[in-house]
């Protein structure tokens, strides 16, 4: 199965952006037959709640707080996974501070314990929840470790509307804590039982030195839900359920100006995301997706990965405005994003075009999408290649009234609202995904820096 650089769902999600890209209306006036009227009412009605919402957002919404922590994050993670051992040193050092605490209080087994059952004549406690380390990144592969109260990472950055400047990110982690069993591994040691500590949630501040002053530009809170026993006080990190709810707070000039909240859970071989947006009070976007995974995924698994590995996106509704939703199913998720990708990477190349229809038609042939407004009557939409100058372009199509062909959504569009309305939501729609993956994949690293040894 291949890894996908980032989730299905943001490859899924992003086809929908091509829908409002700006171009020349079709004036040309095709009237339906009365048998057919039906169809072109809900067509002019879909069309209307497009442009009335684009409307809406082009006039209220504020993208640069979200592009900030956005972009910011971003730079974080491509320098993380720049340098190669990052994640190994990291692991090393936070192990050999944890075991010098924990060696300190090496205590014998009760008789009878559930550790006493699992052979272990005495244990250690790791306290994962309670360590702190300074990681300076100097953004060309290299970084320094120093002693720290908390988790903190000082990195550089470019961000849009700020320029080239220092970020940090500060972890705090909570004082409440799943606990794991594994073996202490601690050489002339036998039969020591490491209990590892793993925090339940933790707090997740950006900052940037703005004006010579440290501003805070986002505040996230990251929660983990693993199953746990009657019978047992230690959760396995093998479980094939868990779940992750996140909220990020953006912020920009002490304003606060968008809000993204998301839920990431699985269960056996299916993974449920789910995230919303909300910016100036205004609820922008809704997501839903439901994802199956391959076999014998888990918690550890997945978290072991830069991205989440997802075979078939089974199923996604994402809802604009609570008014436009689209929905839809994609087979052979990773293909599907590959195909996407290749598109978008060949779209300059004229001479490319039966190259390109054939990709396009491979994704057609992989999905099946649905557009409706409020309670109209959804209606099918296909991937369309269209040419601009000499570019090609992705756009999502309907279905002309008289013929099976698919027009262009932006053919059938005001197309001065349109361009009043792409920007400030590419803008935004794009850094939503991105911001929620990014989160995602930082507490993915998170974890893997985690001293955590193999369990018994």
């Given at each position: 199965?291949?890894?996908?650089k980032y989730t299905v769902?943001?490859?899924?999600?992003?086809?929908f952006i091509g829908l409002f890209a700006a171009c020349a209306p079709d004036e040309k006036d095709n009237p339906a037959s009365p048998d057919d009227q039906e169809a072109v009412v809900n067509r002019q009605v879909l069309i209307s709640h497009i442009e009335n919402d684009a409307q809406l957002v082009a006039d209220n919404l504020s993208t640069e707080s979200?592009?900030?922590?956005?972009?910011a994050f971003a730079q974080l993670l491509e320098m993380i996974e720049l340098d190669q051992r990052f994640i190994v040193n990291m692991r090393t050092v936070l192990a050999a501070i944890a075991q010098k605490k924990a060696l300190a209080g090496i205590s014998p087994v009760m008789a009878g314990s559930e550790l006493a059952k699992m052979g272990y004549l005495a244990y250690i406690t790791a306290d994962n929840?309670?360590?702190?380390?300074?990681?300076?990144l100097d953004g060309k592969g290299g970084s320094r470790l120093l002693s720290a109260d908390h988790q903190e990472f000082i990195f550089p950055a470019t961000v849009d509307g700020i320029g080239t400047t220092l970020f940090k990110v500060i972890v705090k982690n909570s004082n409440d804590y799943y606990q794991t069993v594994s073996d202490a591994n601690i050489p002339n040691v036998n039969r020591l039982a490491c209990i590892n500590r793993l925090p339940k949630s933790f707090t997740m501040t950006l900052t940037g030195l703005i004006d010579n002053k440290e501003q805070t530009l986002s505040e996230s809170v990251v929660k983990l839900e693993l199953p746990e026993s009657t019978?047992?006080?230690?959760?396995?990190?093998?479980?094939?359920?868990?779940?992750i709810t996140g909220k990020q707070s953006s912020y920009l000039n002490a304003q606060n100006e968008s809000t993204l909240d998301f839920s990431l859970s699985m269960e056996d071989d299916n993974m449920v995301l789910d995230y919303s947006f909300t910016c100036d009070g205004e609820n922008i976007v809704n997501n839903n997706a439901q994802m199956v995974l391959p076999k014998e995924s888990s918690f550890t698994g997945q978290m072991s990965m830069d991205a989440l590995n997802v075979a078939d996106l089974k199923a996604f509704t994402i809802r604009i405005l609570n008014d436009l939703t689209l929905t839809g199913a994609v087979a052979d998720g990773a293909s599907f994003a590959t195909n996407f990708v290749n598109v978008i990477k060949n779209r300059q190349s004229v001479d490319s075009a039966d190259a390109l229809y054939e990709l396009v038609e491979s994704l057609n042939s992989s999905c099946s999408l649905q557009?409706?407004?409020?309670q109209m009557k959804p209606e099918t939409?296909?991937?369309c290649l269209v040419q601009k100058d000499n570019l090609y372009a992705i756009e999502p199509g309907l279905k002309d009234l008289d013929s099976d062909d698919y027009i262009p959504v932006s053919q059938l569009v005001?197309?001065?609202?349109?361009?009043?309305?792409?920007?400030?939501?590419s803008q935004s729609f794009i850094p939503t995904g991105n911001s929620a993956s990014s989160i995602l994949r930082f507490y993915s690293v998170f974890m893997r820096m985690m001293p955590l040894m193999e369990e018994k």
């Open positions: 199965m291949k890894r996908m769902y943001v490859a899924a999600w992003l086809c979200l592009n900030a922590s956005s972009q929840s309670n360590f702190g380390v300074r990681v300076i019978e047992s006080e230690y959760v396995s990190l093998d479980a094939r359920s868990f779940r557009l409706s407004a409020g939409v296909k991937f005001d197309s001065q609202v349109m361009e009043q309305f792409n920007k400030p939501f």
